[in-house]
């Protein structure tokens, strides 16, 4: 479904990410995990059209996407969770989620409201509060509905738990689960290691812009290396 | 031989210019004034009214000086009212066209601007329109104006207004214009020596045209007379708010501007009534015969009416023709001695108020009648001559510098 | 007294719903580019002289005349857009900082060749006067308030409730968020110019019927315009609606209950005012962004 080869991306001429390819198949769950700085979200950013690679293809469902423009991309059916949940603060927690359906706007998107309600209760309840004055675990679940009101054919999720309360980590890892249920291709960015490795099929480790590691998630999980660096073994 | 010969060249040589000129001399004026922009509405019609005069002077026959006889033209710039651009055009006037006689200046900020440097140079200055008092005040022996000042205006109009009945007078005025302020200033003097109370006196900007707060706040202090001074436009966007605001008190005003420039802000219910105390500049009912057939050959030159300011500058061209008429040369300094002394010529517009027989006092200062006139069924009609005591105020004027 | 309050409560909401068009426009440009842009003035006299331009040329109505001044306006927006802004919305901000200034000489030479240097004063017919227990409610003025409030509720609707809407405020609050919703900025852009240049023009019609179109008002126009996107919070919609009635209101009152002679520095330091006490301006939060 989705095929990166030898992308290369660079800030004003410091090249970060050199030369990574990495495939996402239809229904896949794919997890890319790796330390601060390896380059993940530049990568995720080159996907969606945000930043423009300086080498390399981007393929989706195979169309060449590279370097096309970021509202494109999302037309075509990939919806990102950015890293930091990105609200829109003045907005309501179901304008963030209508919003979400933006690609879709001429259809009714009442059904997949509710969907998302069910998914995260909480949020019926903040429904119609600002979305900057709710707390980081109730974004994040803003942040993930919304990606999932675009009914993506690919939806990548850009460190989910980071600066979440444990306790909400364990809930969003359950939804994580249950996105892939519903049969939504994933592409999951995080540093919660295993936990992304307990939710994906596969994964590759990134480091320093370069992939050092690939395989399944079990292959990974027993990885001497892989738990050395990442699973505190 | 060779001595006679020498002698024959060189007369021969020293009458040659004389020869070639003899036949018509051309004495040059210039003209500054504001040809666009706000200023435009006085100084437009006062450029007209110039050629108008020197036309008419060329056609009867140019101006004789001594054995001499001189055809009029005039070079023009734009001053735009603005004080660096008059000072400019002055510049370029003297210096380059090496003028000698200005004329036109309708505005006060810029005129004064050329007034406070023209003391050191050699030309006259006639000023017609600017009405600022420090223009004359300042004594330059080379500056002499038609327009009064407006203090001049503003005692006779105090008075007026108080011998209406008035007793409590609302005050609203332009607040950095000389000649508004100092009018004002003079009004409120007379209007208090005669007994009246000024309620309040409220100002407005440059650039204003919503006074509906200054006026509200008079409204609520009950006067039971209103005096507007100011620019044109500003003063007819004053009556047209203060008809807004159901103000009916008589309505007293100093700004000068004819029917169609206020009816193109306020319309004729709201004018309805208002009065305009100004000396009085042309107008064909108030003054005689001479002003009609000005106004006839003025509509015939320039296919419009004249404005009531333009014979301030047309009266400028009688005064420099009489001038160098009596001086019988050019020199300047003769010419300014012939003006110092001059008798009000016969075909000047209109009606100056001599002091000691002559136009023009010690200050180079000349002065008009003034009148009250009220805005009825859309014109300005005629009602009565304010008294007017130029000689007292002269006496005054001679005392103050600015 | 209580007559007069209420009469300079009056003047002022007439005077500070114009200051409210003029400020919604700058915001919502401001709030989606970041740009002062400082020819809004010299667009709303452009439409001002257009209007004008209409009723004597075709002899139509001051609403009719109104309407297509407004799309004219709106359309002349969009250009503004493409031609002068888009090109160096990745440039430093100075770039575009230049632009609008030289935008605002152009159209205000351009208003000055095509319309003249004359004043112009929009006939409107509307000159009843209405009088309510002695508070004098001239219709225009009432005409006017009414048409800047129906014009800043249907742009607030417009605004909440249409998916462009939307996609305007999302793009001010979190432009590659909005990106990533599939909406496309350059759109909204040149949406939010349109009706920005459109809102000016009615408040350029609007001052040219209650006073005058004429060289020299656009900068005050301007300048209001900004003193009221700092009192309301830059970019914020209700800060402009709240801010231009909050600075007419306290114009008219400081005319009378402190000078004349003041009420234009009243705009300055209620500005400096706000920008002590609550610099993020009257109608925002302090956390946000
Ligand atoms: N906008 C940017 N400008 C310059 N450098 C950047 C920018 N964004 C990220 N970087 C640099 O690129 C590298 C990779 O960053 P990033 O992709 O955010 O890594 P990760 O998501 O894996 O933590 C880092 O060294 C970071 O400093
Ligand atoms: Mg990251």
Redesign the interface.
């Known amino acids: 479904m989705l095929t990166v080869t030898n992308l290369r991306i660079a800030y004003g001429g410091a090249e970060v990410v050199h030369g990574v390819s990495l495939e996402v198949g239809e229904g896949e769950c794919v997890a890319l995990i790796g330390p601060n700085g390896a380059g993940k979200s530049s990568l995720l950013k080159a996907v969606?059209?945000?930043i423009k690679p300086t080498a390399g293809n981007i393929v989706f469902e195979g169309a060449d996407i590279t370097g096309m423009?970021?509202?494109e991309v999302?037309?075509r059916g990939i919806?990102?969770c950015?890293e930091g949940r990105?609200?829109?603060?003045?907005?309501t927690v179901m304008?963030n989620l209508?919003?979400?359906a933006?690609?879709r706007?001429k259809e009714d998107i009442s059904a997949e409201i509710e969907e998302v309600m069910t998914l995260f209760p909480r949020l019926r309840e903040r429904a119609s509060q600002m979305a900057?004055t709710l707390s980081g675990g109730e974004q994040e679940m803003v942040a993930i509905s919304?990606a999932l009101m675009?009914k993506p054919q690919l939806c990548i999720f850009d460190e989910p738990s980071l600066g979440i309360a444990p306790k909400v980590v364990d809930e969003i890892e359950d939804t994580l689960v249950k996105i892939k249920a519903l049969g939504v291709t994933v592409l999951l960015v995080e540093q919660a290691v295993s936990m992304a490795l307990r939710v994906a099929d596969r994964a590759y480790v990134l480091e320093a812009g370069e992939v050092v590691a690939a395989g399944t998630s079990a292959e990974m999980s027993s990885d001497p290396r892989v738990q050395r660096a990442y699973l505190g073994a | 031989m060779n001595r006679l010969c020498m002698l024959a060249v060189t007369t021969a040589l020293a009458l040659l210019p004389q020869m070639a000129t003899a036949a018509e001399k051309t004495l040059t004026v210039g003209v500054s004034d504001a040809l666009?922009?706000g200023g435009?509405v006085y100084g437009e019609p006062q450029r007209r009214a110039i050629n108008l005069a020197i036309e008419q002077i060329n056609a009867g026959g140019g101006v004789h000086v001594g054995e001499d006889t001189y055809k009029l033209k005039t070079i023009e710039y734009d001053d735009k009212a603005d004080p660096t651009e008059a000072t400019n055009v002055a510049r370029k006037l003297i210096d380059r066209d090496g003028v000698k006689f200005l004329m036109g200046y309708c505005c006060s900020a810029s005129t004064g601007a050329v007034a406070s440097i023209i003391g050191r140079e050699d030309v006259i200055m006639l000023v017609g329109t600017a009405g600022a008092r420090a223009i004359t005040a300042a004594g330059n022996d080379n500056v002499f104006r038609t327009r009064p000042p407006g203090d001049y205006s503003g005692a006779a109009a105090g008075r007026f207004i108080a011998s209406k009945g008035v007793k409590r007078l609302g005050v609203l005025a332009t607040?950095d214009v000389a000649l508004f302020t100092q009018y004002r200033d003079a009004l409120i003097e007379a209007f208090e020596a005669e007994g009246g109370e000024v309620v309040a006196l409220?100002?407005?900007?440059g650039?204003?045209?919503?006074m509906?707060?200054?006026l509200?706040?008079l409204?609520?202090l009950e006067p039971d007379g209103y005096f507007i001074s100011g620019y044109v436009?500003q003063v007819a966007?004053a009556y047209r708010q203060a008809?807004?605001?159901?103000i009916t008190a008589p309505r007293y005003g100093f700004s000068g501007g004819s029917a169609e420039q206020f009816l193109?802000?306020a319309?004729s219910?709201a004018l309805e009534g208002v009065w305009d105390l100004i000396a009085i500049e042309f107008n064909a009912d108030a003054l005689g015969d001479t002003a009609k057939a000005y106004a006839k050959a003025y509509e015939e030159r320039w296919d419009a009416y004249p404005t009531p300011n333009s014979a301030f500058a047309y009266d400028q061209v009688y005064v420099l023709r009489d001038a160098l008429e009596a001086a019988g040369t050019v020199e300047l300094d003769d010419v300014k001695k012939a003006l110092r002394n001059l008798a009000v010529p016969e075909e000047t517009v209109l009606e100056y108020l001599p002091v000691d027989g002559k136009m023009f006092d010690p200050k180079g200062q000349a002065y008009i009648s003034n009148g009250a006139f009220q805005f009825h069924n859309d014109k300005w009609d005629f009602v009565t001559k304010l008294p007017s005591d130029s000689a007292a105020y002269s006496a005054y004027f001679q005392t103050i510098t600015k | 007294?209580l007559?007069?309050l209420i009469?300079?409560l009056f003047?002022?909401l007439v005077?500070g719903s114009i200051y409210t068009l003029v400020a919604l426009g700058l915001t919502i440009i401001f709030g989606i580019l970041g740009i002062a842009h400082f020819a809004h003035g010299s667009v709303a006299m452009f439409g001002g002289y257009l209007t004008f331009f209409f009723i004597q040329q075709f002899g139509i109505g001051l609403f009719p005349a109104m309407a297509v001044a407004m799309a004219v306006g709106a359309l002349l927006g969009v250009v503004l857009e493409r031609v002068a802004y888009h090109p160096v919305r990745n440039a430093p901000p100075i770039n575009a900082f230049i632009i609008a200034l030289g935008l605002t000489l152009i159209i205000e030479k351009a208003n000055l060749l095509v319309f003249g240097?004359d004043?112009v004063?929009i006939p409107t017919g509307f000159?009843r006067?209405f009088?309510i227990g002695g508070v004098?409610l001239?219709e225009l003025?009432v005409y006017i308030l009414g048409i800047a409030a129906f014009l800043v509720v249907a742009m607030t609707i417009l605004i909440n409730r249409t998916?462009m809407g939307?996609?305007v405020?999302?793009v001010a609050?979190?432009r590659?968020?909005?990106?990533?919703?599939?909406?496309?900025?350059n759109t909204v852009s040149m949406f939010v110019f349109g009706l920005s240049s459109a809102l000016g023009v009615a408040a350029g019609v609007l001052v040219g019927a209650?006073?005058?179109v004429a060289p020299?008002?656009s900068g005050?126009l301007v300048v209001k315009g900004f003193a009221v996107l700092i009192l309301g919070g830059l970019g914020s919609i209700p800060g402009a609606i709240i801010g231009g009635l909050v600075l007419g209101v306290s114009?008219?009152f400081?005319?009378?209950f402190v000078s004349?002679?003041y009420?234009?520095v009243i705009a300055f330091l209620l500005m400096i005012g706000v920008l002590l006490i609550k610099p993020e301006g009257l109608m925002r939060?302090r956390?946000?962004?």
């Open positions: 969606c059209g945000l423009a970021g509202h999302a037309r919806a990102m950015p990105q609200m829109f603060p003045e907005m304008e209508r919003l979400g933006y690609r706007r900057g919304r675009a | 666009s922009g435009a607040r409220e100002t407005f900007g650039q204003d045209r919503d509906s707060a200054q509200t706040k409204r609520g436009e966007f008809y807004e605001l159901g193109s802000v319309s219910e | 007294m007559v007069d009469q300079q003047n002022g005077i240097v004043q004063i000159d006067v009088n004098t001239p003025r998916w939307m996609a405020r999302a609050q979190n590659p968020a909005a990106i990533l919703m599939g909406i496309n900025v209650l006073f005058a020299g008002v005050g114009e008219a400081a005319s009378a004349s002679a009420k234009d939060r956390s946000n962004r």
